[in-house]
């Protein structure tokens, strides 16, 4: 029996822009880590609030000069689903790996909410929400 999971055409494109911004992580790329934001998206994490695509993008450079240098992340998705046709919901289980790690500590996981919408043909991330797990 396989576990690979079929996904239809809209659940890959909207994991597609996840994806990206976590290669984009790995390559400490702020730009490109912002470039399928949408241009006011919301960011809310312990302690962060952030609006719109560009202070994501000034929060993400200092992380990625700092202390998010060389690390990566895991992510499991939970749940895809689309209230409307031009709006995904993700739920993922995520958590960073340090520079060094090769696991991260079970106290890093977190629970995260991401909010696409679909403008022209193109999705793009409107909101995301993480908590601890």
């Not at 396989?2 to 996840?18: C, F, G, M, Q, W």
């Not at 000034?58 to 939970?78: I, K, N």
């Not at 209230?83 to 500590?105: C, L, Y």
């Amino acid at each position: 029996m396989s576990d690979t999971i079929v996904r239809t055409p809209e659940e890959t494109a909207v994991l597609h822009i996840i994806d990206g911004i976590y290669r984009s992580w790995v390559a400490n790329d702020p730009d490109t880590f912002v470039a399928d934001y949408d241009p006011d998206a919301t960011i809310v994490g312990p302690g962060t609030f952030s609006v719109g695509r560009e202070a994501a993008r000034l929060r993400m450079a200092g992380a990625f000069e700092g202390p998010l240098r060389d690390s990566r992340v895991l992510d499991e998705v939970q749940q895809i689903r689309f209230p409307h046709p031009d709006t995904a919901i993700v739920v993922s289980r995520s958590a960073v790996v340090m520079a060094g790690e090769s696991e991260p500590p079970a106290d890093r996981w977190v629970l995260a909410t991401w909010v696409m919408v679909r403008r022209d043909g193109r999705w793009l991330l409107t909101s995301h929400q993480n908590s601890p797990a």
